[in-house]
T-cell receptor, first 115, second 114 residues
């Protein structure tokens, strides 16, 4: 079984400041890693994912995350945030095989960007 | 493409009542899921299905039932609603295979049991 811990429940930042949302996971098998974003009153949308290869993955809107196997972490970063980045962010994992794409989620981090 | 469509968007139930949350997807995905989201708890898997006629329990299945008669539809049934089932419910789907494990989510159903 796997588990995901998001270390911050809320992160307030000012516009154009950098931000890091932290995610640690625990699993006895290899996993895929994901970050999903949820805007108010909406469903979840995939932000980025790590399946294999380069440990640094990027999204189209400037977010990036780095897979660190030794520290079992997958922290999300953005060098300069916008008001529109205000949302709840979820880190999730699924097992390589036999998981049928089932996701285990962290508790979520609410990112609030202030002007 | 509509993607994953859930109905209704909101519902208030009285304790002991029953209801079905509807979910349909038009992406021909084999895998479908039901999650519930509670504040500060993330999302928990209730049930999932790997194809028509095949369903299995997730982490929190008690109080719920599902069926999968077609590839497109995956309804979630609450038989005797309880206050503990007050939550936001999300249906999701995905296509099997490495690299295709991205899940597509519906907009959610906000259920209140009073």
């Amino acid at each position: 079984a796997q588990s995901v811990t998001q270390l911050d429940s809320q992160v307030p930042v000012f516009e154009e400041a950098p931000v890091e949302l932290r995610c640690n996971y625990s699993s006895s098998v290899s996993v895929y890693l994901f970050w999903y974003v949820q805007y108010p009153n909406q469903g979840l949308q995939l932000l980025l994912k790590y399946l294999s290869g380069s440990t640094l993955v990027e999204s189209i809107n400037g977010f990036e995350a780095e897979f660190n196997k030794s520290q079992t972490s997958f922290h999300l970063r953005k060098p300069s945030v916008h008001i529109s980045d205000t949302a709840e962010y979820f880190c999730a994992v699924s097992e390589y095989s036999t998981s049928y794409g089932k996701l285990t989620f962290g508790q979520g981090t609410i990112l609030t960007v202030h002007p | 493409n509509a993607g994953v469509t859930q109905t209704p968007k909101f519902r208030i139930l009285k304790i002991g009542q029953s209801m079905t949350l509807q979910c349909t997807q038009d992406m021909n995905h084999n895998y479908m899921y039901w999650y519930r989201q509670d504040p500060g708890m993330g999302l928990k898997l209730i049930y999932y299905s790997v194809g028509a006629g095949i369903t299995d329990k997730g982490e929190v299945p008690n109080g719920y039932n599902v069926s999968r008669s077609t590839t497109e539809d995956f309804p979630l049934r609450l038989e005797l609603a309880a206050p503990s089932q007050t939550s936001v419910y999300f249906c999701a789907s995905s296509f099997p295979g490495q690299g295709a494990t991205e899940a597509f989510f519906g907009q959610g159903t906000r259920l209140t049991v009073v």
